[in-house]
Each structure stands twice: as structure tokens, then as C-alpha cells.
T-cell receptor
């Protein structure tokens, strides 16, 4: 099956620093990747949709200057949390859609998530 | 616009008992429907999906779901719960050929299994 990796799996940083999270599709090409944020015991909150080679589309209420998304290739998207603060602490999950959607139409393959803790 | 409602934020069953997690959808076109499972501190894993083929869909770990258009439902069932089934379950919906449109998720149902 399609595999999506995230790195790092866990990160602790000081307030004011920037943190980059990588999302990779390991065995398929992803035209579209999605970034979610999940608070404890809650559902996934879509932050942005990222398409290869173009600017990400952010959901309402998500600061694009704070959460920088880059989708430089068909297998890699990055989320950079700039000037992180304690309220940015959360579980961040990415997902990807296979460019060849024939056998898995509309399915999103999820990464294992990144736990960010800002002190 | 599409939406999903998961009835019951928390369901508790005894080991060996029937598991029933409810999902109702709202969609103006026949949708694609998905059930995902999430274990603590992990990403989401696909359990099963409905993409307009057979209405009874069998997934991994003994789970299955039936698409009922008349009831706009896609409930998830498993005949006999196992302790390892304890997790968070999410139902999701999308229109066919959705392109870049992300799945719309329900709020999730936490399943507890009692020994």
C-alpha cells in the first residue's frame, strides 16, 4: 500500500524558534498533500491543501505567514511553523493523494503524525 | 456541501460483543465514503471504503460497513470486539472525482473495549 512518512515524529522547541516538518510519499507520486492539526481527543482540523509547484490553499483562520507550506516535488511537502509559541503545540498530520488515482479514488494516505511541543 | 455526522463520541463494548459505530452523511451527489482508525499518537489508517461498487464493504481487522442510500448511512460493524480494537474511529466523505478537495471528516468516535 501507499506509504507516507513524516519527520520528525516528535519535536520539542523553545518559544520563538521555527520548526520544519517534512511529509514524504515513499512509493507514489502525490499531486496533492493535505496538512491537518489535531488537538487532544478531537477530530482533524484541515489547515491547508498543497499542490505540487503551486501555492498552498489555506483554510479560513489559518495564518499562512505562520504556517509556511512548500510542496517542491511530487513526493515532498514541508510545513514550517515560524516563531512557534506554546499555543502552537499540537499533533500535526499530513496526508497525500496518489497521482494515479485509479485504484484508490479520492483516498488520502496519512503520515504517522508529528507531535510538536513548544516550551 | 458535504458533511458527516458520527453519533456517539464514545462507545464502550465488552470484549466479544458486537461493535456498531454510526455514520450518517449529507451529500447532493452519491458520495465516496471512508472509515479510518487512529491509535494513540499515530496517523490514520484506512479500514475500508465505499466507492460506488458493492454496498457491503469488507475491510481490515474484521470490520465491515454497509452503504444505505435510503438512510444516508455508512455504519461500521464488527461481530466480535477485541481489546486491540480500542481506538478512535473517523468516518469521512467526498464527492466522486473530487480532485484536490480533501475528505470531510466526522468528529470521531472513541471505542473502548472492556475485558
Amino acid at each position: 500500500g501507499a506509504v507516507v512518512s513524516q519527520h520528525p515524529s516528535r519535536v520539542i522547541c523553545k518559544s520563538g524558534t521555527s520548526v520544519k516538518i517534512e511529509c514524504r510519499s515513499l512509493d507514489f507520486q502525490a499531486t496533492t498533500m493535505f496538512w491537518y492539526r489535531q488537538f487532544p481527543k478531537q477530530s482533524l482540523m484541515l489547515m491547508a491543501t498543497s499542490n505540487e509547484g503551486s501555492k498552498a490553499t489555506y483554510e479560513q483562520g489559518v495564518e499562512k505567514d505562520k504556517f509556511l507550506i512548500n510542496h517542491a516535488s511530487l513526493t515532498l511537502s514541508t510545513l514550517t511553523v515560524t516563531s512557534a509559541h506554546p499555543e502552537d503545540s499540537s499533533f500535526y498530520i499530513c496526508s497525500a493523494r496518489d497521482k494515479k488515482a485509479g485504484t484508490s479514488p479520492n483516498e488520502q494516505f496519512f503520515g504517522p503524525g508529528t507531535r510538536l511541543t513548544v516550551l | 456541501a458535504q458533511s458527516v455526522t458520527q453519533l456517539g463520541s464514545h462507545v464502550s463494548v465488552s470484549e466479544g460483543a458486537l461493535v456498531l459505530l454510526r455514520c450518517n452523511y449529507s451529500s447532493s451527489v452519491p458520495p465516496y465514503l471512508f472509515w479510518y482508525v487512529q491509535y494513540p499518537n499515530q496517523g490514520l489508517q484506512l479500514l475500508l471504503k465505499y466507492t460506488s461498487a458493492a454496498t457491503l464493504v469488507k475491510g481490515i481487522n474484521g470490520f465491515e460497513a454497509e452503504f444505505k442510500k435510503s438512510e444516508t448511512s455508512f455504519h461500521l460493524t464488527k461481530p466480535s470486539a477485541h481489546m486491540s480494537d480500542a481506538a478512535e474511529y473517523f468516518c469521512a466523505v467526498s464527492p466522486p472525482n473530487s480532485g484536490n478537495t480533501p475528505l470531510v471528516f466526522g468528529k470521531g468516535t472513541r471505542l473502548s473495549v472492556i475485558a
